[in-house]
């Protein structure tokens, strides 16, 4: 699941931008893509998630999501 992958990502960063000096640099640190993509995998394959919404850029690329 490519969409998993890529949520994931921007996840992850925009914690590590967005929270950077509010949050401890190791737990931000710790945050894995691997494990993040599991968990949208997961989610996204959950028959009670009614939608997941993504904001695309010029090029197609996933940048946001809610």
Do not use: C
């Amino acid at each position: 699941m490519q969409d998993a992958t890529v949520i994931a990502h921007v996840h992850i960063d925009t914690w590590r931008t967005t929270y950077h000096g509010i949050v401890t640099d190791e737990y931000l640190s710790n945050m894995s893509y691997d494990r993040g993509k599991r968990v949208w995998e997961t989610t996204l394959q959950d028959p009670k998630t009614q939608s997941v919404f993504v904001a695309e850029d010029e090029q197609n690329r996933i940048v946001g999501f809610e």
